[in-house]
């Protein structure tokens, strides 16, 4: 009973953290594109129910802990953006397109090729860009409101040094307190506790497509879904990445006219429903992502009770517990960043534009540090000279996997202990007589020198 109980255990713990960690990231982000209270309850509401439809579809069908979450990053991007020309039914234009656009990937694999082909450094200094306003919040919060911001950072801290998964649950528990304590009487006087859809009419214009949809489409991608699959990878599954793409797509396109921003594979909660701890065989781990889609979507009949906290908080307050929840992304995408010398000035200039939330014929900043970073390197990159190649450098044989970035999971909190430090993709199992399909694939390390295609 222990081990059929284990998975279902696995997966309502992943799926509890990863809504209490970040939906004030989500809720903080449709405020600064436009939404009222009522569209900004539907947008939670319906990307709970999309994550948890996705997330059961692609585990039952493929067998595979595939845990869905909605695309943190992307609600950070939209707290820098801020306001499109037209507010929100042009954001939920933009919504709809960067659904498509990730329907685009899975269906096309060149483009999702091509994504994947940006510049590791570019990518992280992007989103390291994107995250920085909203990772100030905390600090700004404790010179604006000390009395009520201070108990919430001590709380994190405390949290994160001896249970670092709670740390950010925790601060929210306190916050909600401290809300409860400080807000008015009436505040809570006339609001709908219940959520309901609330569908938008979407509208478009060239400057949110370039400037919102585009951006959001590559952040989603860069630093959610490729992240998941290399989590998975890490744990010895092979996930189909087209079909998880079509399916989390289809899901974005769906949530959108009710508000939802995106939805996108996990990898930190990927690594609470993969790893070992949801279940001794892997073959039974599918069961915790399955579950936590089932919780994330009954979590999210609590949206309404959730938009009216955050309508009656300080907005500095909730844009605090959110910053806490990124501050673990935004290390992540620094280290990413200025990792490589050669391409240290090109990420630091990605990261100085995408940060300084310049707008330029509309187009916010995320999407000009990106057009910065790349023509850095294409104007200052010098090649090196080929160097011979040495008998022990196995560089060749699995290329690395990206680094794991925050997402809709605790994104402060540092994955299972038993996941990879960096994820290789393996190579197919081969049997022990054919050693020469080992060496080539790269999966068993071996004196010889590796051979190469």
Avoid at 215 to 237: D, E, R, S
Avoid at 414 to 426: I, M, W
Wanted: charged share 10%; net charge positive.
């Amino acid at each position: 009973m222990a081990g059929r109980a284990q998975p279902l255990l696995a997966g309502g713990v992943a799926a509890l953290v990863g809504f209490a960690s970040s939906f004030t990231v989500v809720l903080a982000g449709f405020r600064a594109v436009g939404a009222s209270d009522a569209q900004a309850a539907s947008g939670l509401l319906a990307l709970c129910v999309a994550c948890g439809l996705a997330a059961a579809w692609l585990g039952w069908r493929h067998r595979i802990p595939m845990s869905v979450a909605w695309s943190t990053p992307g609600a950070a991007l939209l707290v820098a953006t801020g306001p499109p020309p037209g507010g929100w039914p042009v954001a939920v234009g933009a919504f709809l397109v960067a659904g498509l656009l990730i329907v685009a990937a899975g269906l096309f694999p060149p483009l999702g090729r091509a994504v994947a082909a940006i510049p590791k450094p570019v990518a992280g200094a992007m989103l390291a860009g994107v995250l920085l306003p909203l990772c100030t919040a905390p600090f700004r919060a404790l010179v604006e409101l000390p009395t009520v911001a201070g108990p919430v950072v001590v709380g994190w801290l405390l949290l994160h040094r001896f249970a670092r998964r709670w740390a950010v649950p925790g601060a929210l528990l306190v916050a909600v307190a401290a809300i409860a304590l400080t807000a008015p009487p009436a505040g809570l006087t006339g609001v709908t506790l219940i959520p309901s859809v609330t569908l938008t009419a979407p509208a478009w214009n060239a400057s949110a497509l370039v400037g919102l949809a585009l951006p959001l489409f590559l952040v989603t991608m860069a630093a959610q879904n490729v992240p998941g699959m290399a989590v998975l990878v890490g744990y010895g599954y092979r996930p189909p990445f087209g079909a998880a793409l079509r399916a989390t797509g289809l899901a974005s396109l769906l949530a959108a006219p009710a508000g939802g921003h995106g939805v996108n594979l996990a990898a930190i909660t990927a690594a609470l429903a993969a790893s070992p701890d949801a279940h001794p065989d892997p073959e039974r781990r599918w069961i915790a992502s399955v579950t936590a889609g089932i919780g994330l979507a009954l979590l999210g009949l609590g949206a309404g009770v959730a938009t009216a906290l955050v309508a009656v908080a300080p907005p500095i307050l909730i844009e605090a517990v959110a910053g806490l929840a990124l501050l673990g992304a935004l290390g992540t995408a620094l280290a990413s960043a200025v990792a490589e010398p050669a391409t240290r000035e090109a990420a630091v200039v990605t990261f100085v534009v995408t940060a300084s939330g310049v707008t330029l014929i509309g187009v916010g900043g995320a999407f000009w540090g990106l057009v910065a970073g790349c023509l850095m390197l294409l104007l200052f990159h010098r090649r090196r000279p080929a160097e011979p190649a040495s008998p022990t450098a196995p560089e060749s044989a699995a290329p690395a996997a990206p680094s794991e970035p925050a997402e809709s999971a605790a994104p402060t909190e540092s994955a299972a202990p038993t996941e990879p430090a960096a994820p290789a993709e393996p190579a197919a199992t081969a049997a022990p007589e054919r050693p020469t399909r080992d060496r080539r694939s790269g999966a068993v390390p071996v004196d010889r020198t590796p051979q190469h295609h």
